[in-house]
Structures are given as C-alpha cells and as structure tokens.
C-alpha cells in the first residue's frame, strides 16, 4: 500500500513534491492568460488543487472510476496550465 510505513502525511508531501516538480515545466507565465503571473503562485494552485481532488476522490471511497479521475483532471490542468487560446 502506497500510505504504507510512514502513513498519509508523509505520501502527501511527496506527491506534492512531485507534482511540483511536474508541472513547473507545465505552467508558461510567458504569453497567454497566465502572463504576468507568479510562476510559483500557479504551479502551487494546481498542485494544491491536483492534490485535493485526489484526497477527495479516496475519502469519498473512489467515487468514480480512476480512468474518469484521470481524464478529468487532465481536461481541468489543460484549461489551467495550456496557453491555448481557446481555453
């Protein structure tokens, strides 16, 4: 089990860590609607809310399935993270 010896706390600020690391080349504050914005202000919004809607997801016993929690939260990073200009 993932959560296994050093329990949830620690997993959790290991997948933060993670995820920032992730999505630090992700976030282009550069152009688009995210110019002008604090890189590390964005990053962290996305991580955090990366990170809620996963715990979410396991206190609510999983209320739907991981490929739909996947592909959701891609489409929700994508509108956050991408500089597309239709998003």
Known sequence: MMLASK?????R???LEFLI???NDEVDVTKGKNEGLNRDLVVQF?????????EWWFTNERPVIYQVLA???GA???RTC???PSS
Do not use: C, D, H, I
Not at 7 to 11: D, L, R, T
């Open 46 to 54: 996305v991580v955090s809310s990366y990170v809620g809607v996963v």
């Open 7 to 11: 329990g949830a706390p620690f997993f």
């Open 13 to 15: 600020s290991r997948f």
């Open 82 to 84: 991408t500089n597309n």
């Open 76 to 78: 929700l990073l994508e």
């Open 71 to 73: 592909e959701q939260l």
């Open 21 to 23: 690391e992730e999505f």
